[in-house]
């Protein structure tokens, strides 16, 4: 019956009642690392090292929907001498059309599966200690139930209380989290980025945009999930042709685009191809338009004043998307310690 | 050679997946997934590039491509070894040594060939004689050797992608060894280049991928002059290894011409060119040697995905005005033309409507950019296939609304084409559209001339644009319908009688009636009226009813129902009706209580409620003291035939519980449905307040404040300020609970009271906070 919902929130917001955030336990700086190759530079090494990572949460394989079957795509293959001594999470992104093809029972088998490859490929990082999964989907109306009810299964692949499972959760999903319903694991990251429509042209970043997050900033006190952070530390560059966006260049920065003889910049956020060129493998037509979207660090520590009123973790990560060589050269380690002094 | 068919879509797929970001993946919205389906009227086949037909434009990654059969690529093999034995050797007997038979086999019948044994191991076919006459020993050892190495780089059987894959890359090289001593022994060139194909292939799985390079560059050279699809075959192998060492612009020029070349190879070859920056793409078309392959740099990058290819199409011009590159790139700029249109642009229409221009663009701009460069290559007099040319001319003109234009420029198709029927059966298709297009009155004329038209082109379009021929050209006189004053035929252009029910718009349902009455319709109309069923009458009363009974016309209502046949008047009762409708609910409960389980028992329909309505409202007055309770049981019946009660099949004939999402929602997407009468409880709260003007007892007007703040509750829910309850702010709902306020003050004595305690969650709240 539909007044259920209703009838909770009344309860809730007739109980509830506000309290001081008191000091946290521990504020750990975690990163992410999204490549297939899992290699970490000299550079990128010392980094995580100056920060003092503790965590990095590592895309081990993707879930897709390929020739009516679930199937793993873009598998981790590992330098492990290359890897930092910190704690390693496996992420496991699973994309929404998996779960909408995927039967029911046929859930607990895709489970099995996932779980399988998993534990062989942790087997690869043998140094590591490994206590937590991390699943990444955007769910949806149409697959939410599929999606937990697959949670549901992982768990059973890991049945140890000292083992947990985390989804990343999207600031959506916590304002309207009685329609989009709360996962079943055991904390949650907070993806606190991407929150605003990348197509449209009008849109001011779309990875991170305070006036947009402010929006979402609610129900935070009655969300029942303990929340890490992801906070964004990446670049793209939105390119439009003929109107349309066509695709996003990843890590492009202003910089890539000061050549006068190839671009030219139209307004603050804008800058028109003038002459057909390659930029990071994608070829550019004249006329393109290309909107370059960075996360300047102030928007870091705005962001992490926000959030700090809001997060009640007592031991929080705060993890950064993404390692990356070039990106790092853009945040020094000492402006990344800084945000994370934000949530003490 | 399985391995393709299982490692090229993954290798896609995985390509394709890193080409998103997982970020923009991740969007932040509570969106579902996009589904898309392509409406065109341009059929890209009439560029009449089979060999090329998966690049033909689409929102798939390749057009009506089968990954399981790559392009004739054992066809094509199989023919080549056909043509070695000077054709003398079946196809099938051939395949089988090729495909089928193992070493052990294949050992055996060298024996009989080479004289070891007198006798062959089995039947003499075609190739055993073939072999035996010319003792074509060198084959057979290739053979035997290619059979022991297809398993190590192949993935045998089914193949599971769950599981790692492991190479013996021990074994491969130790195979590559062999394969070196063979090809230093062998002295036939095909033979030879068969075997180079091999090693080079061991050595770039095995990843050895500077020995495939080396190998490559030694070995190739001296056979170029062997003419086999095995040279691009093993070229692929050397650019891959290329790649592997960052040599992208020498890997890319490889592809290139590969793709160009080699049909076999042309999906896998597309998907692996891969230049990244300005310099590699000038390195790599230093490396062309003549223009044929600097075009074919050029074509490979007109169909990347989202490419804009005037661009690449004036290159190729420049180089070969004659190349077919051309056509092929030009069916898919229109067709992308088309889509971008018309994907966007729903409801068909003309001049056509470009919602969310911002975040859209502008395609019909685009049109006639691309419609400019087609007539200046026309008026240069180097289009190779005039005819198609001026078709794509003209289908851009009517995009970009010149329609004497379109008709002049199909004409000079009409007269250039000379053998291609899907050119012919595309201009009618054209000729047709701009006839509709230019239609400016909806009259029998103009309806049968039309719609003839229309059967007649079906037909021949079939399996292209039949539907969406049917759904432009209604939809078109939908527009000169509505525009002459005919609604009901406008309706019926594109609706049927599930849309009526949705919404029963009385002036809709009266026009479809007189139409269905109309004498002599002719084969359009008869067309229109077949969306409402073969015998609509008794259907649209029904619906008509309804339509009184939702606007509280209680004698229309009643006079129409009892029209309707008593089979299609007894279909409201039981199953559909989930209650009796004077039920009084402390909580709602759709479907879920005892009335409900017995519904089957339930024999009332919509007349009898209205019927009821009806007397209980001519009796209340005259009831004096007794009249609060026949207005409660009135306001009960109202209720009940709402969104929240268990008669509301009365009112509706569809109902989802996630409407209730709707309320209060200021999105654009839900106002169609918070607006719907289902939600409108005014008449149930007019009803219940005239019970409690009527001076009540104390336990009937417990009651009746009860139900009044039933309503009240759905009126906070509609209320935008709280978006149906789900916003957590709902420090308005104190104006709304007024009711609740008396309830609690001045019928604390009441049982009434006591029974709402117990059962109501929300008022047990209100009064312990």
């Given at each position: 019956?539909?007044?259920?919902?209703?009838?909770?929130?009344?309860?809730?917001?007739?109980?509830?009642?506000?309290?001081?955030?008191?000091?946290?336990?521990?504020?750990?700086?975690?990163?992410?690392?999204?490549?297939?190759?899992?290699?970490?530079?000299?550079?990128?090494?010392?980094?995580?090292?100056?920060?003092?990572?503790?965590?990095?949460?590592?895309?081990?394989?993707?879930?897709?929907?390929?020739?009516?079957?679930?199937?793993?795509?873009?598998?981790?293959?590992?330098?492990?001498?290359?890897?930092?001594?910190?704690?390693?999470?496996?992420?496991?992104?699973?994309?929404?059309?998996?779960?909408?093809?995927?039967?029911?029972?046929?859930?607990?088998?895709?489970?099995?599966?996932?779980?399988?490859?998993?534990?062989?490929?942790?087997?690869?990082?043998?140094?590591?200690?490994?206590?937590?999964?991390?699943?990444?989907?955007?769910?949806?109306?149409?697959?939410?139930?599929?999606?937990?009810?697959?949670?549901?299964?992982?768990?059973?692949?890991?049945?140890?209380?000292?083992?947990?499972?985390?989804?990343?959760?999207?600031?959506?999903?916590?304002?309207?989290?009685?329609?989009?319903?709360?996962?079943?694991?055991?904390?949650?990251?907070?993806?606190?980025?991407?929150?605003?429509?990348?197509?449209?042209?009008?849109?001011?970043?779309?990875?991170?945009?305070?006036?947009?997050?402010?929006?979402?900033?609610?129900?935070?006190?009655?969300?029942?999930?303990?929340?890490?952070?992801?906070?964004?530390?990446?670049?793209?560059?939105?390119?439009?042709?003929?109107?349309?966006?066509?695709?996003?260049?990843?890590?492009?920065?202003?910089?890539?685009?000061?050549?006068?003889?190839?671009?030219?910049?139209?307004?603050?956020?804008?800058?028109?191809?003038?002459?057909?060129?390659?930029?990071?493998?994608?070829?550019?037509?004249?006329?393109?338009?290309?909107?370059?979207?960075?996360?300047?660090?102030?928007?870091?520590?705005?962001?992490?004043?926000?959030?700090?009123?809001?997060?009640?973790?007592?031991?929080?990560?705060?993890?950064?998307?993404?390692?990356?060589?070039?990106?790092?050269?853009?945040?020094?380690?000492?402006?990344?310690?800084?945000?994370?002094?934000?949530?003490? | 050679?399985?391995?393709?068919?299982?490692?090229?879509?993954?290798?896609?797929?995985?390509?394709?997946?890193?080409?998103?970001?997982?970020?923009?993946?991740?969007?932040?919205?509570?969106?579902?997934?996009?589904?898309?389906?392509?409406?065109?009227?341009?059929?890209?086949?009439?560029?009449?590039?089979?060999?090329?037909?998966?690049?033909?434009?689409?929102?798939?990654?390749?057009?009506?491509?089968?990954?399981?059969?790559?392009?004739?690529?054992?066809?094509?093999?199989?023919?080549?070894?056909?043509?070695?034995?000077?054709?003398?050797?079946?196809?099938?007997?051939?395949?089988?040594?090729?495909?089928?038979?193992?070493?052990?086999?294949?050992?055996?019948?060298?024996?009989?060939?080479?004289?070891?044994?007198?006798?062959?191991?089995?039947?003499?076919?075609?190739?055993?004689?073939?072999?035996?006459?010319?003792?074509?020993?060198?084959?057979?050892?290739?053979?035997?050797?290619?059979?022991?190495?297809?398993?190590?780089?192949?993935?045998?059987?089914?193949?599971?992608?769950?599981?790692?894959?492991?190479?013996?890359?021990?074994?491969?090289?130790?195979?590559?060894?062999?394969?070196?001593?063979?090809?230093?022994?062998?002295?036939?060139?095909?033979?030879k280049l068969r075997t180079a194909f091999q090693v080079l292939r061991l050595n770039h799985y095995a990843g050895k991928y500077e020995e495939c390079i080396n190998l490559s560059n030694q070995w190739l050279p001296q056979l170029k002059e062997v003419e086999s699809l095995i040279q691009y075959w093993a070229l692929g192998h050397k650019a891959g290894a290329l790649i592997k060492g960052n040599k992208r612009a020498k890997a890319s020029y490889y592809y290139a011409q590969i793709f160009d070349q080699c049909p076999s190879k042309r999906v896998p070859a597309y998907y692996s060119f891969n230049i990244k920056t300005d310099a590699e793409w000038n390195k790599a078309l230093g490396f062309c040697k003549n223009n044929s392959e600097k075009i074919a740099m050029h074509a490979i990058r007109g169909i990347a995905p989202y490419s804009?290819?005037?661009?690449?199409?004036?290159?190729?011009?420049?180089?070969?005005?004659?190349?077919?590159?051309?056509?092929?790139?030009?069916?898919?700029?229109?067709?992308?033309?088309?889509?971008?249109?018309?994907?966007?642009?729903?409801?068909?229409?003309?001049?056509?409507?470009?919602?969310?221009?911002?975040?859209?663009?502008?395609?019909?701009?685009?049109?006639?950019?691309?419609?400019?460069?087609?007539?200046k290559t026309l008026s240069s007099g180097k289009a190779s296939n005039p005819a198609l040319w001026h078709t794509a001319s003209g289908y851009l003109s009517y995009v970009a609304n010149n329609f004497d234009s379109a008709r002049a420029s199909f004409k000079k198709a009409k007269a250039a084409n000379r053998y291609n029927d899907k050119l012919t059966t595309q201009l009618e298709v054209f000729s047709f559209i701009l006839d509709v297009a230019e239609t400016k009155v909806a009259n029998s004329t103009t309806e049968e001339a039309l719609f003839n038209s229309y059967e007649n082109i079906a037909s021949d379009a079939k399996a292209h644009s039949d539907e969406y021929l049917y759904r432009f050209f209604a939809n078109h006189m939908k527009k000169l319908y509505e525009k002459q004053g005919e609604p009901a035929k406008a309706f019926?252009?594109?609706?049927?009688?599930?849309?009526?029910?949705?919404?029963?718009?009385?002036?809709?349902?009266?026009?479809?009636?007189?139409?269905?009455?109309?004498?002599?319709?002719?084969?359009?109309?008869?067309?229109?009226?077949?969306?409402?069923?073969?015998?609509?009458?008794?259907?649209?009363?029904?619906?008509?009813?309804?339509?009184?009974?939702?606007?509280?016309?209680?004698?229309?209502?009643?006079?129409?129902?009892?029209?309707?046949?008593?089979?299609?008047?007894?279909?409201?009762?039981?199953?559909?009706?989930?209650?009796?409708?004077?039920?009084?609910?402390?909580?709602?409960?759709?479907?879920?209580?005892?009335?409900?389980?017995?519904?089957?028992?339930?024999?009332?329909?919509?007349?009898?409620?209205?019927?009821?309505?009806?007397?209980?409202?001519?009796?209340?007055?005259?009831?004096?003291?007794?009249?609060?309770?026949?207005?409660?049981?009135?306001?009960?019946?109202?209720?009940?035939?709402?969104?929240?009660?268990?008669?509301?099949?009365?009112?509706?004939?569809?109902?989802?519980?996630?409407?209730?999402?709707?309320?209060?929602?200021?999105?654009?997407?839900?106002?169609?449905?918070?607006?719907?009468?289902?939600?409108?409880?005014?008449?149930?709260?007019?009803?219940?307040?005239?019970?409690?003007?009527?001076?009540?007892?104390?336990?009937?007007?417990?009651?009746?404040?009860?139900?009044?703040?039933?309503?009240?509750?759905?009126?906070?829910?509609?209320?935008?300020?709280?978006?149906?309850?789900?916003?957590?702010?709902?420090?308005?709902?104190?104006?709304?609970?007024?009711?609740?306020?008396?309830?609690?003050?001045?019928?604390?004595?009441?049982?009434?009271?006591?029974?709402?305690?117990?059962?109501?969650?929300?008022?047990?709240?209100?009064?312990?906070?």
């Amino acid at each position: 019956m539909k007044l259920r919902p209703i009838y909770f929130i009344f309860l809730v917001s007739l109980f509830s009642y506000s309290c001081e955030t008191s000091p946290r336990e521990e504020v750990n700086p975690a990163f992410y690392y999204w490549k297939t190759h899992v290699t970490l530079s000299e550079t990128e090494r010392e980094y995580v090292t100056d920060l003092g990572v503790k965590k990095l949460y590592i895309k081990f394989f993707d879930v897709d929907w390929q020739n009516n079957a679930a199937v793993p795509l873009a598998s981790a293959t590992f330098d492990k001498d290359s890897l930092p001594s910190v704690e390693i999470i496996p992420t496991v992104f699973i994309t929404n059309r998996t779960l909408l093809n995927t039967h029911s029972s046929e859930l607990q088998a895709l489970a099995d599966k996932i779980g399988a490859k998993l534990k062989r490929l942790t087997k690869k990082l043998p140094d590591h200690s490994i206590r937590e999964w991390q699943f990444d989907c955007d769910w949806s109306g149409k697959t939410r139930d599929k999606y937990f009810e697959l949670l549901h299964w992982l768990r059973k692949q890991v049945d140890s209380p000292n083992f947990s499972l985390s989804a990343t959760i999207r600031l959506h999903q916590i304002k309207y989290f009685e329609k989009t319903g709360v996962p079943p694991v055991d904390r949650g990251m907070l993806m606190f980025y991407n929150m605003d429509n990348v197509k449209r042209f009008d849109t001011r970043n779309s990875i991170l945009d305070i006036e947009v997050a402010k929006k979402y900033l609610v129900n935070f006190d009655s969300y029942p999930l303990e929340l890490d952070i992801a906070l964004p530390i990446f670049s793209w560059g939105v390119v439009k042709r003929n109107g349309k966006m066509v695709f996003l260049i990843n890590n492009l920065t202003t910089a890539d685009v000061q050549d006068t003889s190839r671009f030219v910049q139209t307004d603050a956020r804008h800058t028109q191809v003038i002459k057909s060129t390659y930029v990071d493998g994608y070829y550019l037509y004249k006329d393109d338009i290309i909107r370059v979207e960075q996360v300047p660090i102030e928007a870091l520590q705005e962001s992490a004043i926000l959030l700090n009123k809001r997060i009640q973790t007592e031991k929080l990560s705060v993890a950064f998307y993404h390692l990356d060589q070039k990106t790092i050269k853009s945040y020094p380690h000492e402006k990344l310690e800084n945000i994370c002094t934000h949530f003490y | 050679m399985r391995n393709w068919k299982i490692f090229v879509p993954i290798f896609i797929s995985t390509f394709l997946l890193l080409l998103l970001p997982s970020n923009y993946l991740n969007g932040c919205y509570w969106d579902e997934e996009e589904s898309r389906s392509m409406f065109a009227f341009f059929n890209q086949e009439v560029a009449e590039q089979e060999d090329f037909k998966p690049f033909y434009f689409t929102f798939d990654r390749l057009y009506e491509y089968s990954w399981d059969e790559p392009a004739n690529k054992q066809s094509d093999n199989i023919q080549e070894w056909v043509d070695y034995h000077k054709g003398q050797v079946t196809e099938e007997d051939i395949r089988h040594f090729v495909y089928k038979a193992t070493g052990n086999e294949l050992s055996a019948i060298k024996a009989y060939v080479d004289g070891t044994k007198p006798n062959p191991p089995g039947r003499i076919n075609s190739v055993v004689k073939y072999w035996k006459k010319n003792r074509s020993t060198e084959v057979i050892d290739y053979l035997i050797y290619a059979k022991q190495c297809e398993p190590k780089v192949s993935i045998e059987g089914y193949y599971n992608p769950w599981e790692e894959i492991k190479r013996d890359k021990q074994a491969m090289l130790a195979l590559s060894e062999e394969g070196k001593n063979l090809f230093a022994s062998f002295k036939d060139p095909f033979i030879k280049l068969r075997t180079a194909f091999q090693v080079l292939r061991l050595n770039h799985y095995a990843g050895k991928y500077e020995e495939c390079i080396n190998l490559s560059n030694q070995w190739l050279p001296q056979l170029k002059e062997v003419e086999s699809l095995i040279q691009y075959w093993a070229l692929g192998h050397k650019a891959g290894a290329l790649i592997k060492g960052n040599k992208r612009a020498k890997a890319s020029y490889y592809y290139a011409q590969i793709f160009d070349q080699c049909p076999s190879k042309r999906v896998p070859a597309y998907y692996s060119f891969n230049i990244k920056t300005d310099a590699e793409w000038n390195k790599a078309l230093g490396f062309c040697k003549n223009n044929s392959e600097k075009i074919a740099m050029h074509a490979i990058r007109g169909i990347a995905p989202y490419s804009q290819s005037i661009e690449e199409m004036q290159s190729i011009m420049n180089l070969d005005p004659n190349s077919s590159y051309l056509e092929l790139l030009l069916v898919r700029e229109v067709s992308k033309i088309d889509n971008a249109i018309f994907n966007y642009s729903f409801d068909f229409e003309y001049p056509i409507k470009i919602e969310d221009k911002p975040d859209f663009g502008d395609p019909v701009e685009y049109a006639r950019t691309l419609r400019s460069f087609i007539e200046k290559t026309l008026s240069s007099g180097k289009a190779s296939n005039p005819a198609l040319w001026h078709t794509a001319s003209g289908y851009l003109s009517y995009v970009a609304n010149n329609f004497d234009s379109a008709r002049a420029s199909f004409k000079k198709a009409k007269a250039a084409n000379r053998y291609n029927d899907k050119l012919t059966t595309q201009l009618e298709v054209f000729s047709f559209i701009l006839d509709v297009a230019e239609t400016k009155v909806a009259n029998s004329t103009t309806e049968e001339a039309l719609f003839n038209s229309y059967e007649n082109i079906a037909s021949d379009a079939k399996a292209h644009s039949d539907e969406y021929l049917y759904r432009f050209f209604a939809n078109h006189m939908k527009k000169l319908y509505e525009k002459q004053g005919e609604p009901a035929k406008a309706f019926l252009t594109t609706n049927g009688l599930y849309d009526l029910k949705l919404d029963p718009d009385l002036e809709v349902v009266e026009g479809i009636l007189k139409f269905a009455a109309k004498s002599n319709k002719n084969r359009f109309e008869q067309k229109l009226l077949s969306s409402v069923g073969s015998n609509p009458t008794d259907a649209l009363r029904e619906i008509k009813g309804t339509a009184h009974l939702i606007n509280n016309d209680l004698d229309l209502a009643i006079a129409e129902f009892e029209k309707v046949s008593p089979s299609l008047l007894a279909k409201s009762y039981g199953y559909n009706m989930r209650g009796e409708p004077s039920m009084s609910e402390i909580r709602d409960c759709i479907e879920c209580d005892e009335q409900y389980a017995n519904r089957e028992n339930l024999s009332i329909s919509k007349l009898d409620i209205a019927k009821r309505l009806q007397k209980l409202i001519k009796l209340a007055p005259q009831l004096g003291g007794e009249a609060a309770s026949t207005y409660l049981e009135i306001g009960h019946i109202y209720y009940n035939m709402s969104f929240f009660g268990n008669s509301w099949p009365a009112t509706s004939y569809t109902r989802s519980g996630g409407d209730w999402n709707a309320l209060g929602s200021t999105q654009e997407w839900y106002a169609g449905i918070a607006s719907s009468p289902a939600f409108d409880v005014h008449m149930a709260r007019e009803y219940y307040e005239r019970g409690l003007d009527a001076n009540p007892d104390d336990e009937i007007a417990a009651e009746l404040l009860y139900h009044i703040s039933k309503c009240d509750f759905i009126d906070f829910c509609k209320d935008s300020r709280y978006n149906g309850g789900w916003n957590t702010d709902w420090s308005g709902l104190a104006e709304y609970r007024e009711n609740f306020e008396t309830l609690k003050q001045d019928y604390k004595h009441t049982n009434y009271y006591n029974q709402i305690i117990e059962e109501c969650g929300y008022f047990r709240t209100y009064v312990n906070r």
